[in-house]
T-cell receptor, first 117, second 114 residues
């Protein structure tokens, strides 16, 4: 069965700290896609990254980086030198290539990140 | 320009009212989605439109009625809602309907049913 687990419900850090948000997934499909979304208090879900199952290269975008490890079924997200504007709920999600009519994003429960000044 | 717009931002309605939520995207995307999100929960998929045709209905009660007038517009018609339908309603779009594509979300409509 497909599942996404974000074990950290809430994280609180002080500005400039590095923080890693964990995401572990389960799927039987060999082709799948992983996503991270950010939801600030305003409510809009902001797309951050998509990674397909054949691309295990880590990605860096400014202060954001992602570590995809198929061996541990994890797709972790690190924010370096966190800022107050990073305060948000972060969702990890999975979609399977062969889901057919059940195709939809499988969401984790989200991690609420509070960055304090 | 990755932008999805939604109106209204906030809506308060009684259980006997009829109202509509509107969503628009100008990214040339061919798939559009409605989600419902309760506080501190991930979004729940309600409907998917692909090329202006309804392709997925996640067993949503008939008091929610979607409509896709054209490839840029998506409406959600509301009638005889219940207080438990109070939530954030999010619209999203993607290039196509399929697992490959990331979805871009609008800012949502915060609905309160009294």
């Amino acid at each position: 069965a497909q599942k996404v687990t974000q074990a950290q419900t809430e994280i609180s850090v002080v500005e400039k700290e590095d923080v890693t948000l964990d995401c572990v997934y389960e799927t039987r499909d060999t082709t799948y896609y992983l996503f991270w979304y950010k939801q600030p208090p305003s409510g809009e879900l902001v797309f951050l990254i998509r990674r397909n199952s054949f691309d295990e290269q880590n990605e860096i975008s400014g202060r954001y980086s992602w570590n995809f490890q198929k061996s541990t079924s994890s797709f972790n997200f690190t924010i370096t030198a966190s800022q107050v504007v990073d305060s948000a709920v972060y969702f990890c999600a999975l979609s399977e290539h062969n889901a057919g009519n059940n195709r939809k994003l499988i969401w984790g429960l989200g991690t609420s990140l509070a960055v304090n000044p | 320009d990755t932008e999805v717009t939604q109106t209204p931002k906030h809506l308060v309605m009684g259980m006997t009212n009829k109202k509509s939520l509107k969503c628009e995207q100008h990214m040339g995307h061919r798939a559009m989605y409605w989600y419902k999100q309760k506080a501190k929960k991930p979004p729940e998929l309600m409907f998917v439109y692909s090329y202006e045709k309804l392709s997925i209905n996640e067993s949503v009660p008939s008091r929610f009625s979607p409509e896709c007038p054209n490839s840029s517009l998506l409406n959600l018609h509301l009638h005889a809602l219940q207080p438990e339908d109070s939530a954030l309603y999010l619209c999203a779009s993607s290039q196509e309907d399929g697992s490959t594509y990331e979805q871009y979300f609008g800012p949502g409509t915060r609905l309160t049913v009294t």
